[in-house]
């Protein structure tokens, strides 16, 4: 009786605060090290391997630490749609070239030692554990697009329509 009343109490702190990362570093080599990133003061992060720059918020958060705003969802279309939106605003960091990733630059981002969510929150704080839209059309299926799947690190494929997911914005570093 005790046990359970103890297991239900610890659901419940776990249900009200949400999950946390759990990362295994001692036993998985890291695939996004902090190392291998550059912060900059606008808010934007370079992968130094990639030669891609990436916002450090997920679209819908801003400020230090990414903790203002909320997290947006879009549909795929709307997701194509939103770079353009950030391209004419001065919060695009002062570049005009933002775009959706394709599901190859989305998974460089991911990192494999941990889950919930599967990135560096060093680099990218408060990212949602999420799936998140890549501009890459899934072949097989002209409704299906690529996506990944932070709460895991994984990418996979799922219908465009009526389901919405996150985005986050990149660019070619070596752009004006």
């Excluded at 004419?88 to 969510?117: M, V």
């Excluded at 408060?126 to 097989?140: I, R």
């Excluded at 996150?166 to 570093?173: Q, W, Y």
Aim: proline share 6%; charged share 20%.
């Amino acid at each position: 009786m005790i046990r359970t009343a103890l297991m239900a109490t610890l659901l419940s702190v776990s249900i009200a605060t949400g999950a946390e990362q759990t990362c295994q570093p001692d036993s998985i080599p890291a695939t996004a090290p902090e190392d291998r990133y550059t912060r900059h003061a606008d808010g934007t992060v370079t992968d130094k391997q990639t030669g891609l720059m990436w916002q450090m918020c997920s679209a819908g958060l801003s400020g230090d630490g990414c903790a203002t705003g909320a997290a947006l969802a879009f549909s795929w279309a709307e997701a194509l749609l939103y770079p353009a939106t950030i391209n004419r605003r001065p919060d695009g960091g002062g570049y005009t070239d933002w775009r959706l990733p394709n599901i190859r630059e989305l998974a460089s981002l991911a990192e494999l030692q941990c889950a919930q969510p599967a990135i560096n929150l060093a680099v990218f704080p408060n990212t949602p554990s999420a799936h998140v839209w890549s501009s890459s059309p899934y072949q097989f299926y002209a409704h299906y697009s690529w996506y990944m799947d932070f709460d895991e690190g994984i990418f996979i494929y799922g219908e465009r329509i009526d389901n919405d997911k996150h985005i986050r914005l990149v660019r070619d570093a070596t752009s004006p």
